[in-house]
């Protein structure tokens, strides 16, 4: 078989499916449609050009591939993952490009390849002065993002006669992707979107009640939600200056940084046993609470604020932020001690947990590698002992030991070459780590020249690019996109 016969055969048959996802996706516009119709913000027109796009391209799609209709294979699964977060902040880009003609295509595609990622990392400025739709759709990209547009659709899939369970596979976040809450996909994911729909919409109500503007509060619950960043004020959440909606912020980010099926069992069984034996929700907690306090503690003795409350207040914001990978911020910690702000960096590449919202290696990776070193440890102590690793009283295969272990290098090989090869473009050494690790941990505000008080528009558009590759690598874990890239998966 020739290579172009390959291509198609591997391409068209998920055309149809991807159709699907980019007619749902055309029709998710339409909510910031009837808010920019209901505020006459003068958007009206973007929303329709790119609803019309979208839905056309989504069609034409559906028709060339219908008449390759299979049942997805694993490497099809993985290809449609591939491309549609490649193509959907392609036709998420349209409504900023109408209604912004200054913006050019790259720092569209990045605000919205952010969006879509969960990152949060801006090129825009004079966002106060956004109209509202523009805004809310900037914060419903997080919002799909969070959970996974593919999640969403897996739901109605099978109603098609498409399975979604390889897709289901390639998109959810963490090591364990084998488990099933439910024993069909569609149910599964079905439960999923319920936990984080109902969330969302305490989230919003909390935050109107506290005083947000309607917008306000569905923006920030979008973006909360989904651990995103993106805000509707140039200063982000220091706008508000409200310890009432900081704390809901807190609360709601720690809640979307644990794992949403844990959240799904606990509600369907009304039950906190999940919570109770879940593997990593200790040491979230533990390095939560203990960097809270530790910061603000340094912050205060280093003269930073002049009163501990004040330092325990905004360290707690920051690390809770960062570390959830949530982004938001109502302090500059570029403008701490460098040490602090090196740590909240380190803190967004493991914290949250498999099955979050949150981007990094999540925290059960780091556990499983941690005990790792612990059992080498022990074997040079005692050769010959059979030490098995152990998550509660389930012994963790090999295997998956194995395949932390190999995801752990691919992670640091890329924080570092992605690192070089902007340091390589020009920009300093501190600015080029932190942006990659920011975006590859789908954080956003890094340190330097892209840090919380300052936007990506710095970089140039070669710059641009990368931080885009690696806010897509980050999101899809690595090897969902890296082994679309070897020779290896395009051979028969």
């Known amino acids: 078989m020739t290579l172009q016969s390959r291509l198609f055969d591997q391409i068209f048959p998920i055309l149809h499916v991807l159709g699907l ?49 299979r049942e997805l294979k694993a490497r099809d699964g993985i290809l449609l993952v591939v491309l549609t977060w490649v193509l959907t902040p392609l036709f998420a880009a349209l409504p ?49 993002g969070g959970l996974g547009v593919i999640v969403l659709v897996v739901a109605v899939l099978p109603l098609l006669g498409v399975g979604g369970r390889q897709m289901y596979k390639a998109e959810t976040p963490g090591p364990m992707k084998d488990d099933k809450l439910t024993p069909r ?102 390095y939560l ?34 570390a959830t990978t949530l982004g938001l911020a109502t302090a500059d910690f570029g403008g701490w001690p460098t040490f602090m702000g090196l740590w909240l960096l380190f803190l967004c590449s493991f914290t949250t947990s498999a099955g979050s919202t949150g981007g990094g290696i999540k925290m059960l990776r780091a556990v499983l590698l941690y005990k790792q070193v612990y059992r080498e440890l022990l074997r040079l102590i005692h050769p010959r002992a059979q030490i098995d690793i152990r998550l509660g009283d389930h012994v963790v295969p090999n295997k998956v030991i194995y395949a932390v272990l190999v995801f752990f290098f691919m992670y640091v090989a890329s924080i570092v070459s992605l690192s070089f090869l902007l340091s390589f473009t020009g920009l300093d050494v501190l600015t080029a780590f932190s942006a990659i690790v920011a975006c590859i941990n789908n954080t956003g505000p890094g340190l330097g020249q892209v840090g919380p008080s300052t936007t990506y528009a710095v970089l140039t558009d070669a710059q641009t690019w990368i931080c885009t590759f690696a806010m897509l690598l980050g999101r899809l874990e690595l090897f969902t996109l890296l082994v679309v890239l070897t020779p290896a998966f395009w051979r028969k």
């Open 21 to 69: 996802i980019i007619g749902v996706f055309g029709l998710s516009m339409l909510l910031p449609l009837a808010v920019s119709e209901w505020s006459d913000d003068a958007a009206q027109s973007a929303y329709d050009e790119a609803v019309l796009i979208t839905l056309g391209c989504g069609v034409l799609f559906w028709l060339l591939g219908r008449y390759w209709r």
């Open 96 to 144: 900023l490009l109408f209604y912004l003609p200054s913006l050019s295509f790259t720092d569209a595609y990045f605000e919205t390849m952010s969006g879509l990622t969960t990152t949060g990392a801006t090129v825009l400025a004079g966002l106060d002065k956004l109209p509202a739709s523009i805004n809310i759709w900037r914060g419903q990209l997080h919002w799909l």
């Open 185 to 286: 996909m569609a149910e599964t994911a079905k439960g999923l979107w319920k936990v984080y729909i109902q969330l969302t919409l305490v989230c919003i109500s909390l935050y109107w009640a506290f005083g947000m503007t309607p917008a306000d509060a569905v923006m920030h619950a979008f973006s909360v939600m989904g651990l995103g960043g993106f805000s509707s004020h140039d200063a982000s959440f220091g706008y508000f200056k409200s310890l009432p909606l900081e704390i809901i912020t807190e609360v709601f980010a720690l809640v979307a940084g644990l794992n949403f099926a844990m959240h799904f069992i606990a509600l369907r069984g009304r039950t906190l046993a999940p919570y109770r034996t879940d593997p990593e929700i200790r040491w979230y907690f533990a």
């Open 289 to 322: 609470v203990g960097s809270c306090f530790g910061l603000g503690l340094l912050l205060w003795a280093q003269g930073v604020y002049l009163d501990f409350p004040s330092a325990l207040r905004d360290a707690t914001f920051s690390v809770i932020s960062m």
